[in-house]
């Protein structure tokens, strides 16, 4: 049963980056500064896709630990 947390676990991490990410996309959008705004849209490219990867692995072993 304790696989079930680790299984749940990038879910987590996953919804988490996302919301870091908003946040550079935020810092991206209201910045006037172009460094800030490049540096700022690179962390949010970055993060967006560790996000998705994080939460895609985790849907997919908790689907598969619970239909499979």
Partial sequence: ???????ILPIGLGIMTLAASL???FAYLVSDDNATRLAGF??????IIVAFILLSVGLFMTFGHFWG
Avoid: S
């Fill in 23 to 25: 946040l550079f996309l």
């Fill in 42 to 47: 690179n962390w949010f490219k970055r993060l």
């Fill in 1 to 7: 049963m304790w696989q079930v947390y680790l299984f």
